[in-house]
């Protein structure tokens, strides 16, 4: 009888062990799926950041539109530079102060920048048009990176053809902030005539 007692401590022994084993796995997959939730959350805010730079362009875009034909010559502080910025080795301007850009929502209403709550992103773009030299700039075609203007009309011969004004450049830089400390920095090269 106390072999089969003794037989009975060595089970009860291997079980618990067995229970500590299987407990420290159970923790480690909840542990894991944490992570990988927490991993998938942030690589959504990051898109999410990533897609609200379009809306910073098309914000850009309307500005240039709505403002080109009088501030064209003359820097627009936080917003717009007339001639093209110095930039640092990823291309970003080394003259932006994101501090001093203004910040819009998604819809183009100003807000405060500062800390971003779950879809509320914080949208910022400064605008430098592509032009070197001194303000104003009045040789546009030795200054400006610009396309060329094509001429119009008929290719046949003896016939008038038509030229049309080249576009100037534009750096568009735009910085969106979303939660969790997401940054997003893109840019997009415009044409305007």
């Known amino acids: 009888m106390s072999g089969i007692n003794r037989q009975r401590g060595v089970v009860l022994i291997i079980a ?6 299987m407990t420290l796995a159970a923790i480690g997959l909840v542990r894991s799926h944490s992570t990988g939730s927490l991993i998938a959350g942030n690589m959504a805010f990051k898109q999410d950041t990533l897609q609200a730079t379009d809306q910073a362009f098309e914000m850009a875009l309307d500005w240039l539109a709505t403002n080109l034909s009088t501030t064209a010559e003359a820097d627009v502080p936080n917003q717009y530079f007339a ?22 929502t998604a819809i183009g209403a100003a807000v ?18 592509l032009c070197q030299g001194a303000l104003p700039v009045t040789d546009k075609d030795a200054n400006c990176v ?48």
């Open 16 to 21: 618990l062990i067995a229970l500590v084993a």
């Open 146 to 193: 610009q396309d060329q203007a094509t001429g119009g009309g008929s290719k046949r011969a003896g016939v008038p053809v038509f030229a049309g004004t080249g576009m100037i450049y534009y750096r568009v830089t735009a910085r969106v902030q979303g939660p969790r400390g997401t940054t997003t920095l893109a840019q997009a090269i415009v044409g305007f005539r």
């Open 112 to 129: 405060t920048c500062g800390s971003v709550a779950a879809g509320a992103d914080r949208i910022q773009y400064v605008i430098d048009r």
């Open 83 to 104: 001639l093209q910025q110095p930039v640092d080795p990823l291309g970003v301007p080394t003259t932006i102060d994101w501090n001093t850009v203004p910040c819009r």
